[in-house]
């Protein structure tokens, strides 16, 4: 029992490193199958096989669920744990899917996604990442704030300038969102976007504005990763 | 009095905080009314209950409006302050449309947008990025400025690559300049775009020395948030 | 003649300021009188109004050059200066116009630009920006020579992929550069763009390299503005 | 022997500078014939005129290459270091297409770009990079692992909102892959985006979230590498 629990829990050993690879090879094997079965036109053989595979990786993910349970000093607390929580929709889709008609099973399975999390489990730099922004945490909501702001009123502004020429694209202010979230994140598909002058000098304006307002999220994150960085080693070493 | 001052002035108190949320909500409710009048083709029943909510949102906001009067210690310090004549120009677009014609309350109403900016009332933080901006002020002109210039070299360089090839796209200077803003600020809509070998070579040089330039006001602004993201706490805890 | 060179030279004085203001408004005149001459189909009257503008431009700039040159203390010292050439340039092509044919003025018009340049002239704030350049110098060197590289192997790395299925887009390495910088820069007009499989996949690995490399020189310039943003203030007090 | 030993290996006798710069030129030359080759419907003269200089290239290149072997202290060690692979690798097509297909030499031909990195050899700055790297690692790994997930989740997410209105475009979870990684780098060819309201917010969410982790890891090596920027200098000067 309590060798069974050093397995499971403790990736520091070689046999709870083995343990956790092998999980974690099955994770993506899991997404592996999940993404080839979208695709369209599969011969019967390959959805087979497929199924095949899957019912492998569900059936060892139940194990793992299970193990996990028993060898949990206390049980209900890993159940709500959020990773017990993770594991059991991981394999909770593909029981309740036996039921119930297909329809439902297809949008069920994106919780599948959850296993993903569980790489992140073992590691440890993410506590890092999380104190960096508990530490930013103010300034990222006042940033994500403000592009919400400057993303309303820029499509707000593009809508009074582009509608009456282009009743199509800019059909709405919501159709101006999008076209808002497209220019100032810089991904600019192209789409839609303004062909008055007007409406072109108004996009100048907003992206000297905005570009500043959507990058900085990112530059104080890394800054105070750079500052965990620097301090985290001297902590762990005395 | 003093209790009607406390619960409209003072949000860290329960009355407060409610009268602060309720007005919070009234905007955001006000403005999603506002992005859902310009979806074209609207039954009659939606505009009458558009039209029925607006009403509400005005007259309350003008309640708000006047006992922020009615309670100012000093009333024509609030009613020249910056969000008092916010809270004004948010109400007095409704006014004036009674008695004018329809076109121009399209263009007054643009004004509510400001409403948004109440919700900025309540946050501390934002005074930690005014400073971040001021301290980093001269830089963020020059780099502002740098980038005029070079969005005009770049349209200018372009101009007379281009021009002579595709004398639709690259019409003149002005046309130029958008494709020069929509290039540095790699939003790359795809509207227009180089086809000769000397503006695509013209195109990387400028990208190579562009990118910088654009990208530097977003990271002096980060930088300078984290850096008073450290001194702040401490000045607060003293 | 004392007086008149502080006025030239002194921008800190009542006279001197309103003299540099008077020199940039007009070359922010030249600019657009240059700008609007590109439009097509100008009428003749307005044509021959921008002629005047220029006329007049030029004319003052002229006597500004020959007074810069008078109130010099050293006089070969200004005329072979960077802003002797550039004051020079931004004249002589009008002059040596008169005699010349017109396909060449066109050419030398450029040359005009180097005006904007006057602008900086009285800003002390790009002091503080060269020297960061200065700073960090061999590393902006290292990651513009990696960004031509990363540039150079994406093209041909593209250039085995795409051009069996799109022999036309990617015709040779050299259109693939082309596809390569606006990847890398990403701006993506989506003129050029992977349509195979292995291109896409390859395009992936390129971009999760390349983002890195191409953002880098920005964050090491914004880096080290900050860094001389906290000590030059204390040098100016002492 | 010494003194060849010191032209080949020391870029700081002058003997030494321009045998190296003698070697990075003869570089440049070889990825530029190289280039030319690849465009379509070349004369047989231009043809002829760049099979002899890739000769002389490859001479020349081998020459070097028996040099260092012969010049190096430990010939072995040599041989199996990194730069000696490269120069091998660098000469080896040349003499193996000698006796095969021409198919197969178009792809070893690929092998000669690693003799860009022949010209980083006498760079030291590179050091400096590489230390940012290593003290990063675990951040950039983690960094690279969540782009990774948060590009597939992306995928699967657009995939359930686009495929039943746009079968063609995004016909699987691969070709959603190509979407979202074209939206999280800000690419945006626009070959392909989503049309549903569904997708639209959900490509705005992600982009709120994705914007920042993608743009994190440029953050934090920049951030290093201006630290390091500081220390350096100090440990040279002592």
Same mark, same amino acid.
């Given at each position: 029992?309590?060798?069974?629990?050093?397995? %499971?829990?403790?990736?520091?050993?070689?046999?709870?490193?083995?343990?956790?690879?092998?999980?974690?090879?099955?994770? %993506?094997?899991?997404?592996?199958?999940?993404?080839?079965?979208?695709?369209?036109? !599969?011969?019967?053989?390959?959805?087979?096989? &497929?199924?095949?595979?899957?019912?492998?990786?569900?059936?060892? *993910?139940?194990?793992?669920?299970?193990?996990?349970?028993?060898?949990?000093?206390?049980?209900?607390?890993?159940?709500?744990?959020?990773?017990?929580?993770?594991?059991?929709?991981?394999?909770?889709? *593909?029981? !309740?899917?036996?039921?119930?008609? !297909?329809?439902?099973?297809?949008?069920?399975?994106?919780?599948?996604?959850?296993?993903?999390?569980?790489?992140?489990?073992?590691?440890? /730099?993410?506590?890092? *990442?999380?104190?960096?922004?508990?530490?930013?945490?103010?300034? !990222?909501?006042?940033?994500? *704030? &403000?592009?919400?702001?400057?993303?309303?009123?820029?499509?707000?502004?593009?809508?009074?300038?582009?509608?009456? /020429?282009?009743?199509?694209?800019?059909?709405?202010?919501?159709?101006?969102?999008?076209?808002?979230?497209?220019?100032?994140?810089?991904?600019?598909?192209?789409?839609?976007?303004?062909?008055?002058?007007?409406?072109?000098?108004?996009?100048?304006?907003?992206?000297?504005?905005?570009?500043?307002?959507?990058?900085?999220?990112?530059? %104080?994150?890394?800054?105070?990763?750079?500052?965990?960085?620097?301090?985290?080693?001297?902590?762990?070493? %005395?």
């Amino acid at each position: 029992m309590e060798q069974l629990r050093s397995i %499971i829990n403790d990736a520091s050993t070689i046999k709870g490193k083995v343990f956790a690879l092998f999980i974690q090879v099955l994770i %993506i094997v899991s997404i592996i199958t999940f993404s080839v079965e979208t695709i369209p036109d !599969l011969s019967d053989q390959t959805k087979q096989l &497929l199924q095949r595979i899957e019912l492998f990786c569900v059936i060892i *993910f139940s194990i793992e669920y299970v193990l996990r349970i028993v060898t949990a000093k206390n049980k209900s607390k890993f159940i709500f744990s959020f990773f017990g929580i993770i594991d059991l929709l991981a394999i909770l889709p *593909f029981y !309740l899917a036996m039921g119930v008609d !297909l329809r439902s099973i297809r949008a069920l399975r994106l919780l599948r996604l959850f296993r993903l999390l569980k790489l992140a489990r073992y590691n440890k /730099v993410m506590r890092r *990442f999380t104190n960096a922004l508990v530490i930013a945490r103010e300034e !990222l909501i006042l940033f994500f *704030f &403000l592009t919400i702001i400057l993303i309303y009123l820029a499509a707000v502004g593009i809508y009074y300038f582009e509608n009456p /020429v282009q009743p199509e694209a800019f059909s709405s202010v919501f159709e101006s969102l999008w076209w808002a979230v497209a220019t100032l994140t810089t991904v600019g598909y192209g789409d839609i976007y303004p062909i008055t002058a007007g409406g072109k000098i108004f996009t100048f304006f907003i992206l000297l504005i905005g570009l500043g307002i959507v990058a900085i999220p990112a530059g %104080i994150v890394s800054s105070a990763l750079t500052k965990s960085l620097d301090k985290e080693p001297l902590k762990e070493e %005395i």
